[in-house]
């Protein structure tokens, strides 16, 4: 599933999967893994998403099913860093 945002200026508003994921594992665990550093917008919405309970979880979801995804497999799963580690094709340091 890829997202594009259309009028938006710049390079880069393009979301996949794999890009999300990233953001994720950085804004979690950055020390660990080579990948993008999210905006700061994307940084604090997917701190928020971490910190919601799974009602809220899914309401940012309805915004933002990506990133609420990557955010479900790092909170509720346990190989879930494994799982978006996979998504992002990096290794850890």
């Known amino acids: 599933m890829k ?9 880069g508003n393009d979301l996949d999967l794999p890009t999300v994921a990233g953001y994720v594992l950085w804004t979690m665990d950055s020390k660990q893994y080579r990948v993008k550093q999210p905006g700061s917008f994307f940084e604090s919405l997917i701190v928020t998403a971490c910190h919601a309970d799974d009602e809220n979880l899914a309401r940012i979801g309805l ?31």
């Not at 799963?77 to 290794?91: A, K």
């Open 3 to 11: 997202l594009t945002f259309e009028g938006l200026p710049g390079e």
């Open 63 to 93: 915004g933002f099913p990506l990133v609420a995804h990557c955010v479900d497999l790092y909170k509720n799963h346990d190989d879930g860093l494994d799982q978006l580690r996979e998504l992002t094709g990096v290794e850890k340091q």
